[in-house]
């Protein structure tokens, strides 16, 4: 078991668990995100149904070294996109549904 590692950047032994260099601060391993189909589901699901966690999920994603990582952030920060979009374009018909609906109201009331 190997539990020691030379930080590449001081040469000086670290723990193989340790993140950063005690010493010099380097990031000895960054933590990576998981590319899981799972994961990418819930990032999916995340981006449509909560969509400024996606934005910040994609650009975490995209921040990362390899490139299935970059791709879910790509699709992530796509997805908050179009669900943005799709959602002031529903608020916006919801908007001028319910003031059609006050209106046509009125009118009635006014005929009295
Ligand atoms: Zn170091």
Redesign the pocket.
Known sequence: MDDSLV?P????E?RSTDYF?Y????NLKPKPLSTSLTQQILIYLGSVFLPPLGLVWGVRYLRQEDNTSKIVGVISIVLTAITSVLLIKFTNDLIKTVNEQVNSQLQEMQGF
Do not use: P
């Open positions: 930080c950047s001081c040469h000086i670290v260099c010493n010099c601060g380097k």
